[in-house]
């Protein structure tokens, strides 16, 4: 991967970021916290006050790990940027995505929530976020290995 693609990717990752703390801001103001869970894909306001799946984990031990697991990933990020650019840019948006969430929690006192899908999961594109780049990181790390 160039650098231009790298910083690409991640200067995308950051503007996914802020139009996440816009749809954050209006789900919180305009969406209603029930909707049609008969659809696909529908937009709802949910406060999630834990993590993943609603798991209650309260906000003390959610934001050290948080920064714990963000300070890991930014000297992978530096460690790999002259080597493996994939890997760096990989643990860049699993940052940008968590932080995405952690300003959300610390502003908010929860994660604001506001995409329905397959009628039963809530997420917001902060978690797209931190899946993608968990996958890419995987992804880009697996043993390269040939037997």
């Known amino acids: 991967m160039k650098n231009r693609t ?22 919180i103001k305009r969406l209603p ?6 659809r ?15 798991i209650p984990v309260p906000f003390w031990i959610i934001g050290p790990l948080t920064v714990a697991v963000c300070t890991w990933l930014v000297w992978t990020a530096y460690k790999h940027w ?10 860049n948006i699993v940052i ?3 932080l995405g969430n ?7 006192g929860f994660t ?3 995409i329905i899908i397959f009628s039963r999961s809530v997420i917001n594109l902060s978690d797209v976020l931190i ?12 043993d390269r290995k040939t037997s």
Request: hydrophobic share 55%.
């Open 40 to 54: 696909f894909i529908d937009f709802i306001l949910h406060k999630n006050p834990g993590i993943a799946f609603d």
């Open 112 to 114: 604001t929530d506001y």
């Open 96 to 98: 940008i995505g968590a």
């Open 6 to 27: 790298a910083q690409a990717f991640t200067i995308l990752a950051g503007l996914i970021a802020l139009l996440d703390a816009a749809l954050k801001a209006y789900a």
């Open 131 to 142: 899946v993608a780049g968990i996958i890419a990181l995987l992804w880009y790390t697996r």
């Open 102 to 108: 952690l300003i959300d929690r610390f502003v908010n």
């Open 82 to 91: 002259n080597t493996q650019k994939e890997v760096s840019t990989a643990a």
């Open 33 to 38: 916290s029930t909707g049609s869970r008969d």
